[in-house]
């Protein structure tokens, strides 16, 4: 990559900053070029965003909603809370949720770094 | 000494870079980087990440740090904590005897990263280098300039759970860095990079992955609507483009990397190679391009077309590694 073809194309997800890549100067020698970002990365970032939006939006209960919300999938959530997957699982369930004990909501919303009474509530 | 930060475009060779220039010897990013051999591929079925495979263009998280300790003799001291007070006051009492040192934090928790590049990445790794009351002094080699950090939010990126959790991991100098001797540190990279590139015993790592990777995109469907299939290129190129690389899979640095080895060690041979390795990281630039262009449906969604391009890449990078290996060997010590 050249240095002029380094992209400024004020890549959305990088909310204005800059980030730096390695490009050829017009002396043959790379070095560092700040880059405004490129088409590219916002297209497979914003296509990542979506996709948890999407299964946010899918959510059966509040807490899977709030799981795809931090970003997170059943694996990561369930390490996060150092229990095993079938557990977080049944905890997803609308129906367990809501009989969920409080000390079982404050490790989901410490995990998730929400407040107890957000976990309840799909906003 | 007053610190100075440093735009870089990778995490760790950043934070390497400015740690090592803080305590006096100048070594840029690529050198960082390149001396680590921290150039790679691999594409890991069996780890998922939100329903896809790992696919890495470089060593794992932890490998540069490790790989310069052991290189320059550094005397690194790495520390854990099992409980978050303890590695935060162990954090304040290294910074008021001066010292600067190096976390291993997740990115997610980190209040200055740009939301839509907020993930569950755990091994993003950041220096500090002071604190005022509750705010810490933080230099990020990925952002431009210093940032502040509040100290819950760093002690929730220090302690986050899950795969690669940091556990609070921080690292500093015991010793003032040893000047190198960069030809034989140098060449020794070079063996170990080729090495991992041509002749890893698992068909998942180097050339060997990045076509058992065009294997596994050639067997997605064409269907125009299939969002999973349009999930996993997609994935493919922000693992790419936009985890902690500086584009093209980390092989601009490298390139970089073998211009300022040809320069410090005046073994031109390195000079050429570099040049071929921009081209082929353009070509990974050109199959990132096509990529979006598919899963914007701007052209037809094709896999296939998309395999042989990484077939392509993978055929050159073969001769590119065989041939920095000879130009090694052919390096008189």
Redesign the interface.
């Known amino acids: 990559?050249r240095e002029r073809d380094v992209p400024q194309e004020g890549n959305?997800?990088?909310?204005?900053?800059?980030?730096?890549?390695?490009?050829?100067g017009e002396d043959?020698?790379?070095?560092?070029v700040?880059s405004r970002g490129?088409?590219?990365?916002e297209?497979?970032?914003?296509?990542?965003?979506e996709?948890?939006e999407r299964r946010a939006r899918e959510a059966r209960s509040p807490l899977e909603y709030h799981m795809y919300r931090?970003?997170?999938?059943i694996?990561?959530l369930a390490?996060?809370?150092?229990i095993w997957r079938w557990r977080l699982r049944r905890h997803l369930r609308p129906q367990v949720f809501a009989r969920l004990p409080l000390r079982w909501r404050r490790r989901y919303a410490e995990?998730l770094?929400i407040a107890v009474e957000a976990l309840a509530r799909v906003d | 000494m007053r610190f100075q930060h440093q735009h870089a475009s990778h995490c760790e060779s950043g934070v390497m870079s400015s740690l090592l220039r803080h305590h006096g010897l100048a070594l840029s990013e690529p050198m960082a980087f390149g001396l680590a051999s921290a150039l790679a591929f691999a594409y890991l079925p069996f780890i998922r990440l939100n329903g896809l495979p790992l696919i890495a263009y470089r060593m794992p998280p932890g490998a540069i740090v490790r790989a310069l300790d052991r290189g320059l003799d550094l005397g690194v001291r790495f520390e854990t904590f099992r409980s978050p007070d303890a590695g935060m006051a162990r954090l304040d009492a290294l910074l008021d005897e001066g010292k600067v040192v190096g976390l291993q934090t997740s990115i997610y928790w980190l209040p200055y990263i740009p939301p839509d590049l907020r993930f569950h990445f755990n091994a993003h790794n950041l220096l500090v280098y002071g604190r005022e009351g509750d705010e810490y002094l933080v230099s990020d080699p990925v952002a431009e300039t210093p940032v502040r950090c509040a100290r819950q939010d760093l002690q929730k990126a220090r302690f986050a759970k899950g795969v690669l959790a940091p556990k609070g991991r921080l690292y500093y100098l015991t010793r003032p860095p040893p000047a190198g001797d960069w030809r034989a540190l140098g060449r020794r990279a070079l063996a170990r990079t080729a090495h991992i590139m041509l002749h890893t015993p698992l068909p998942l790592v180097g050339v060997r992955g990045i076509r058992w990777l065009a294997r596994a995109v050639e067997r997605l469907g064409c269907a125009e609507d299939d969002g999973a299939a349009k999930l996993y290129i997609g994935h493919i190129v922000r693992m790419q483009e936009e985890i902690g690389t500086g584009g093209a899979g980390f092989r601009f640095i490298y390139a970089a990397f073998l211009q300022e080895l040809a320069a410090t060690t005046g073994y031109g041979p390195l000079e050429a190679l570099a040049a071929r390795l921009v081209e082929i990281g353009d070509e990974w630039q050109q199959f990132a391009f096509a990529a979006a262009k598919m899963i914007k449906r701007r052209i037809a969604f094709e896999p296939p077309a998309l395999a042989a391009r990484l077939r392509d890449i993978a055929s050159r990078e073969q001769r590119f590694f065989a041939d920095l290996n000879q130009a090694r060997l052919a390096w008189a010590l």
């Open positions: 990559m959305a997800t990088l909310a204005g900053h800059r980030k730096a890549v390695y490009a050829v043959g020698k790379l070095r560092v700040p490129w088409e590219v990365e297209v497979v970032t914003r296509q990542a965003v996709d948890l931090a970003r997170m999938d694996a990561m390490g996060a809370v150092g995990a770094g």
